[in-house]
């Protein structure tokens, strides 16, 4: 790995996994850039507050001062409202919609391709995560829901509890974690307050709520890579093997400790040919699982800013040839293999 740039007064960046090296990103002088191959920017958009929401093919969304739009294709809801949650597969765009005129909260459908807004109505939970083309999931309480999209009917629900018996009280159960859907399963990860060691990984089928399996002590920020789903706790890597439901653990931990270095649990990736990159406080680095060596390793000198506490490595992300690390004094370091 070199490093090839360093960009200061970087709020927020994003890479698009549509196109070959663009990346883009928003600074403190609310100008929102787009990264080019060879490292020179364009300006998009000038002279307001605006926050990636993320790529859908080639339209960049924004939260532009609370009101969501696309560049493209302009603003796609009203102005005066707000959005506690967005979720995007495929298609469609889904949206909670928070009416501070009407004060009403409703739930709102958008198709990129007819360019139709829906408003399906009034829903109470938020949409967390697009299941499918016609179904999406919800968390309220201490149960999950699965909704269809056209109806907001409930197809099927589960209670924490029933999945992950509790060893104290129901109470002290909770999700956390990415929230995967992969081959027509889904996969989240529960956790008992104080009772860490009774953690597990729900698969679901989602056409029929049937639970697959369950695994218990595999638990963690569930990262997809090919038919592989990685977590990284303490000093432990474990893979699951969705296809077989075999569970792969390697310790890391002789390479950690000899490196004087620390992984965080999430903001990791995961390759298909092994390889681990990871981040923990200032540092990043390179794993090779096969192997069991560390391939590269780097630390950085971060500044204090005013809203900095900790000096830490607040993101990466692994893109085509280049490796993104993104700190907390809004510096984005750009290394090329």
Excluded at 126 to 141: A, C, D, E, Q, V
Excluded at 223 to 250: A, M, P, R, Y
Excluded at 291 to 307: G, M, R
């Amino acid at each position: 790995m070199r490093l090839i740039s360093k960009i200061k007064e970087v709020r927020q960046f994003l890479c698009n996994n549509t196109g070959a090296y663009n990346t883009l990103y928003i600074d403190t002088d609310k100008k929102l850039l787009n990264l080019n191959k060879d490292l020179t920017n364009t300006i998009i958009v000038k002279g307001f507050k605006c926050e990636i929401v993320q790529f859908w093919g080639n339209k960049l969304l924004v939260n532009e001062d609370y009101f969501f739009s696309s560049k493209k294709d302009g603003h796609l809801f009203n102005k005066n409202n707000i959005f506690s949650s967005l979720i995007i597969s495929d298609e469609k765009l889904l949206v909670r919609e928070i009416d501070f005129i009407r004060k009403t909260v409703n739930f709102g459908l958008f198709d990129f391709r007819t360019k139709a807004i829906i408003q399906l109505g009034i829903l109470d939970k938020n949409p967390r995560k697009m299941l499918s083309s016609s179904t999406f999931l919800t968390i309220s309480g201490k149960n999950l829901y699965c909704f269809s999209i056209d109806r907001l009917t409930q197809l099927w629900q589960h209670s924490f509890s029933s999945l992950l018996p509790p060893l104290q009280a129901s109470d002290n159960l909770f999700q956390n974690g990415n929230i995967v859907v992969h081959n027509g399963y889904l996969y989240f990860s529960l956790f008992e307050n104080n009772r860490h060691w009774n953690t597990a990984t729900v698969c679901i089928d989602i056409e029929t709520g049937k639970i697959e399996n369950i695994f218990k002590g595999f638990a963690g920020n569930l990262i997809l890579f090919g038919d592989k789903i990685g977590v990284v706790s303490n000093e432990t890597v474990q893979i699951l093997h969705t296809k077989t439901h075999k569970i792969e653990i390697i310790d890391v931990s002789p390479i950690l400790r000899s490196n004087k270095l620390q992984a965080s649990w999430n903001g990791n990736f995961f390759t298909e040919d092994g390889l681990i990159y990871f981040r923990g406080n200032n540092k990043v680095g390179i794993i090779d699982l096969n192997a069991h060596e560390l391939l590269w390793q780097n630390s950085f000198e971060i500044s204090d800013t005013e809203y900095n506490i900790n000096r830490q490595v607040m993101d990466i992300q692994l893109h085509n040839n280049r490796f993104y690390v993104h700190c907390s004094d809004n510096t984005l370091h750009i290394f090329e293999k």
